[in-house]
């Protein structure tokens, strides 16, 4: 099948046939022509799987033919809820691009810049508004945005709106949308609270699920290293080096932990760039530019940070850290299998990421191929000991090999400290009285 034979109108079909667009992919196919009858719709569909171009190609042509008049003011008539800034942007760039041969405007506002100049955008007028939740509720509650003519509404990667505590703003968005209108909610996996929500904004929805788990990884080369925690840094360094690798999107599960693997690599000379949500917008998007250029070799992300982050041709995904949901980890790796491409995907798991790697290769129903060749092989096969709570406090971590006279002296301590403590707040006067005393002394 061909976009042409599913009833698309002339303009939008020129902009795909510029873009080299010509067959769509499954999710497309089975979800354009229920959306351009108006029907809502339930997407189970992981990234890479053209599910925007599935929602952006229907609402341009089906508000193509709804354009107000020249001199008239424009509404927003459909509104796209999304994570994270770099998918705005992204969604963002999708519309114009496939309605560049049409008369509508498009809009995107997200928090982290000024939003001086998306209150300028809002006032000239949009028919497509696309919004992270946060920005979009500050503005609806300065009374700069107008939801009540939206007739096509987008909740996008849902389940990532959850797991970055967004519901609670989805739900005061939708309350100030209308009732009556045409709901389409896309999320990668199905959870009980976005089955609960779809239950409650779809209205005998269309529902799709595309590419399962074992069709987006059978494309990408897998590869595990069993390494300790403190050799990763050089394990990354060998494998930067030491192989072909045009291009990798390296992901840690901390802010923190992708600042330092940059620092590392630019001491060892490797081009390398962090993007994650402590980074301004205009750092996130150069970091971004650069990469997709290739002026930087290495793009060091948060799995927040990535969402939305499209880039042609990666060949390698580094799982520094393993992440600790499983589906995440399909998501990570699927950044180097797009369209049909294949890629490499590198995992790093050290002695206490092994029940993540069970619970992901049990996701994926096989085993992940071992690396025999490791210049840096596990040596701890202990894991790390929590830390142990007391009543009233958190101690520090206490190592289990400690002797039972090394922990009595630890709560003597303590209790010595507790005891000199009531003792100066009992006594606190006569404390006073002495300073006082040794300040006359003085003069």
């Given at each position: 099948?061909?976009?042409?034979?599913?009833?698309?109108?002339?303009?939008?079909?020129?902009?795909?046939?510029?873009?080299?667009?010509?067959?769509?992919?499954?999710?497309?196919?089975?979800?354009?022509?229920?959306?351009?009858?108006?029907?809502?719709?339930?997407?189970c569909?992981?990234?890479?799987?053209?599910?925007?171009?599935?929602?952006?190609?229907?609402?341009?042509?089906?508000?193509s033919?709804?354009?107000?008049?020249?001199?008239?003011h424009r509404?927003?008539?459909?509104?796209?809820?999304?994570?994270?800034?770099?998918?705005?942007?992204q969604?963002?760039?999708?519309?114009?691009?496939?309605g560049?041969?049409?008369?509508?405007r498009?809009?995107?506002?997200?928090?982290?810049?000024?939003?001086?100049?998306?209150?300028?955008?809002?006032?000239?007028?949009?028919d497509?508004?696309?919004?992270?939740?946060?920005?979009?509720?500050?503005?609806?509650?300065?009374?700069?945005?107008?939801?009540?003519?939206?007739?096509?509404?987008?909740?996008?990667?849902?389940?990532?709106?959850?797991?970055?505590?967004?519901?609670?703003?989805?739900?005061?968005?939708?309350?100030?949308?209308?009732?009556?209108?045409?709901?389409?909610?896309?999320?990668?996996?199905?959870?009980?609270?976005?089955?609960?929500?779809?239950?409650?904004?779809?209205?005998?929805?269309?529902?799709?699920?595309?590419?399962?788990?074992?069709?987006?990884?059978?494309?990408?080369?897998?590869?595990?290293?069993?390494v300790d925690?403190?050799?990763?840094?050089?394990?990354?360094?060998?494998i930067?080096?030491?192989?072909?690798?045009?291009?990798?999107?390296?992901?840690?599960?901390?802010?923190?932990?992708?600042?330092?693997?940059?620092?590392?690599?630019?001491?060892e000379?490797?081009?390398?760039?962090?993007?994650?949500?402590?980074?301004?917008?205009?750092a996130?998007?150069?970091?971004?530019?650069?990469?997709?250029?290739?002026?930087?070799?290495?793009?060091?992300?948060?799995d927040?940070?990535?969402?939305?982050?499209?880039?042609?041709?990666l060949?390698?995904?580094?799982?520094f850290?393993?992440?600790?949901?499983?589906?995440?980890?399909?998501?990570?790796?699927?950044?180097?299998?797009?369209?049909?491409?294949?890629?490499?995907?590198?995992?790093?798991?050290?002695?206490?990421?092994?029940?993540?790697?069970?619970?992901?290769?049990?996701?994926?129903?096989?085993?992940i191929?071992?690396?025999?060749?490791n210049?840096?092989?596990?040596?701890?096969?202990?894991p790390?000991?929590?830390?142990?709570?007391?009543?009233?406090?958190?101690?520090?971590?206490?190592?289990?090999?400690k002797?039972k006279?090394?922990?009595?002296?630890?709560?003597q301590?303590?209790?010595?400290?507790?005891?000199q403590?009531?003792?100066?707040?009992?006594?606190?006067?006569?404390?006073?009285?002495?300073?006082?005393?040794s300040?006359?002394?003085?003069?």
């Amino acid at each position: 099948m061909q976009f042409k034979d599913l009833d698309i109108i002339p303009e939008i079909l020129k902009a795909l046939e510029n873009e080299k667009y010509i067959s769509p992919t499954p999710i497309q196919e089975q979800a354009i022509t229920p959306l351009l009858k108006g029907r809502d719709l339930l997407g189970c569909a992981q990234t890479g799987t053209g599910k925007t171009a599935a929602f952006a190609i229907p609402i341009i042509q089906l508000l193509s033919n709804e354009i107000e008049p020249i001199n008239q003011h424009r509404v927003i008539k459909s509104l796209i809820l999304t994570p994270t800034r770099e998918l705005a942007i992204q969604i963002f760039e999708s519309f114009r691009t496939y309605g560049q041969f049409t008369n509508l405007r498009y809009g995107v506002i997200f928090g982290g810049v000024s939003q001086k100049p998306q209150e300028q955008v809002l006032s000239y007028g949009i028919d497509i508004l696309i919004a992270t939740p946060g920005r979009l509720n500050d503005l609806l509650n300065q009374n700069l945005v107008d939801l009540k003519n939206v007739k096509i509404f987008v909740l996008d990667e849902a389940d990532h709106m959850l797991d970055m505590g967004f519901i609670h703003d989805v739900k005061k968005i939708t309350a100030k949308i209308p009732q009556k209108k045409q709901t389409l909610l896309f999320s990668a996996t199905m959870p009980s609270e976005i089955l609960k929500m779809a239950d409650s904004v779809l209205v005998n929805p269309v529902k799709i699920t595309v590419t399962p788990v074992s069709s987006t990884v059978d494309l990408i080369q897998q590869k595990l290293y069993f390494v300790d925690k403190k050799n990763k840094q050089s394990l990354l360094q060998h494998i930067l080096n030491s192989q072909v690798i045009t291009s990798a999107l390296v992901f840690t599960r901390t802010k923190h932990g992708a600042d330092r693997v940059v620092k590392e690599l630019m001491r060892e000379n490797i081009s390398a760039a962090a993007i994650h949500g402590n980074k301004s917008q205009t750092a996130r998007q150069t970091a971004l530019e650069d990469f997709k250029s290739r002026k930087t070799r290495v793009l060091v992300a948060t799995d927040i940070a990535a969402r939305g982050i499209d880039i042609d041709e990666l060949s390698h995904v580094i799982n520094f850290e393993l992440p600790n949901i499983s589906e995440t980890y399909v998501h990570r790796i699927g950044r180097t299998g797009r369209a049909g491409f294949g890629g490499v995907a590198i995992s790093f798991c050290d002695i206490n990421e092994e029940p993540f790697l069970k619970d992901i290769q049990a996701l994926l129903g096989k085993k992940i191929p071992v690396v025999e060749e490791n210049p840096y092989p596990m040596m701890i096969f202990t894991p790390e000991p929590k830390a142990i709570v007391s009543f009233n406090r958190t101690l520090a971590a206490v190592p289990t090999a400690k002797s039972k006279s090394s922990r009595v002296t630890n709560v003597q301590k303590v209790k010595e400290k507790r005891n000199q403590r009531d003792f100066y707040r009992n006594d606190g006067d006569e404390r006073t009285s002495r300073k006082n005393k040794s300040r006359k002394n003085k003069f």
